[in-house]
Every structure is written in structure tokens, then in C-alpha cells.
């Protein structure tokens, strides 16, 4: 499980760092700076997709980016890791874990 997650957050910081990813834009312009960045989580809804992003192993932004009407500004929160942490499924605990070291190991 743990490889899998490794994996996983690693397609998912190379795809953030692609010139057109939307995600980067937005987190960047919102001042994040995403080279040590990892998607925790990506929900694709009808209108929307929402996304948890971890940065630089310190702290999580969440980002809902409307699909289809650019003129919508996206909508974006910065959250601290403890609370965050409340509540966290085990399966959970364990990506953000494999997310953390890979922010460690990566400055």
C-alpha cells in the first residue's frame, strides 16, 4: 500500500509541475510555491473539481476549481496538518505519512 501511495504522489507532484496544470496556476498565484507539493486527494464532481494538496510536508491547501467556468475564481483554504489529522482514516494517515517523507527527502 505504501509503494502504491509512493507512486501515486509522485505522477502527482510531476503532473502539478506540467507549464499548463491549472492546480499549480492557482496554488501559485495564491502565493503556495508548489516545486514540493503532493495531491492527497483529487474529487471530480459534476461542476467542480476539488483537491487536497499537501506543501512542502508543512501544511494542506484545499482548492475547488470550477470545471467549466473560467470567470469563477477558485476557491482556495490553507490548513494546518493537527487538525487536519482529527478523524483521519488509517489508509489516510499512511499517504500523508508517505507524502511527508517524500516532501523531507525531496529539500
Known amino acids: 500500500m505504501e509503494r502504491d501511495f509512493r507512486e501515486e504522489l509522485l505522477k502527482s507532484s510531476e503532473a502539478l509541475q506540467h507549464p499548463e496544470s491549472k492546480l499549480r496556476q492557482v496554488l501559485e498565484d495564491e502565493g503556495h510555491i508548489t516545486q514540493n507539493a503532493y495531491v492527497l486527494h483529487w ?52 499517504r500523508l505519512a508517505v507524502a511527508q517523507d517524500l516532501a523531507c527527502t525531496k529539500t
Open 43 to 94: 474529487t471530480s464532481e459534476q461542476l467542480e473539481d476539488l483537491y487536497t494538496v499537501l506543501i512542502s510536508g508543512s501544511y494542506l491547501v484545499d482548492v475547488e476549481i470550477d470545471k467549466y467556468d473560467d470567470s469563477k475564481s477558485p476557491k482556495v483554504k490553507r490548513n494546518e496538518l493537527k487538525p487536519y489529522l482529527h478523524g483521519l482514516s488509517k489508509m489516510n494517515q499512511v
